[in-house]
């Protein structure tokens, strides 16, 4: 199987845990390298992880997942090839308890779609202005959301700018209303701002980390 590419950040002397940053639609490993200044934490090991896809033959755009047939996603690739980087790169380092997973936009589908099935329970999982395919416009035909017992514990912060003009805030409450009934420890944060990361999420995210 093919291996995900990714880069990695060290911030601080000692690396107490790990924080797994997926990138949206079109993004790619250095995305979003700019959050381990924004949400300043010490003694952390970040990953970056690259999406195997390319959009429209773009070598530097890249996808989780790509349209087989009208309605019908490629998702056993991406998350076989997930679950692989998790165990090899990240969990060969850390306790699954001392990593947390945040995704944005198509990301946040990755977080919902593939990590949520994830079979060692995580310290946290960080989806933000995103959408569960399944119920999203056009996308749904064949995407299951898979729940594992191990994450119905997991501490999960959705976030979502009120003003998203690119994916509507009412996918991430729709998002709230379906894990609230399966999952323990859900929370929703709606922030002022489109489609973008706030400070005030990324504070809630830093607080749960550090709890």
């Known amino acids: 199987m093919e291996s995900i590419k990714y880069d990695q950040i060290n911030t601080g002397k000692?690396?107490?845990?790990a924080i797994i940053m997926i990138h949206g639609w079109q993004g790619n490993r250095n995305s979003f390298k700019s959050i381990?200044?924004?949400?300043k934490l010490d003694n952390t090991m970040w990953?970056?992880?690259e999406a195997p896809f390319s959009v429209n033959g773009d070598s530097i755009k890249k996808t989780w997942t790509y349209e087989k047939s009208p309605g019908v996603w490629e998702i056993?690739?991406?998350r076989a090839m997930i679950r692989k980087f998790i165990l090899e790169e990240v969990l060969s380092k850390f306790n699954a308890k001392d990593v947390c997973v945040m995704g944005f936009s198509q990301g946040a589908a990755v977080c919902y779609e593939m990590i949520l099935s994830f079979e060692h329970p995580?310290?946290?999982i960080f989806p933000i202005g995103g959408f569960i395919?399944?119920?999203?416009p056009g996308q749904h035909n064949n995407v299951k959301i898979n729940i594992s017992p191990m994450q119905k514990d997991t501490p999960i912060l959705i976030g979502h700018g009120k003003d998203d003009d690119i994916v509507s805030v009412e996918a991430s409450k729709r998002a709230y209303e379906l894990l609230k009934r399966k999952?323990?420890?859900v929370q929703l944060h709606i922030y002022n701002g489109k489609h973008k990361i706030s400070l005030s999420y990324?504070?809630?995210v830093k607080e749960i980390i550090l709890n």
Not at 14 to 17: A, G, K, V
Not at 133 to 136: E, T
């Open 14 to 17: 000692y690396q107490e845990r």
């Open 36 to 39: 381990t200044k924004l949400l």
């Open 47 to 49: 990953f970056f992880p």
């Open 76 to 78: 056993d690739k991406p």
């Open 122 to 124: 995580l310290g946290g």
């Open 133 to 136: 395919r399944k119920y999203y």
């Open 183 to 185: 999952c323990n420890n």
């Open 202 to 204: 990324l504070n809630k």
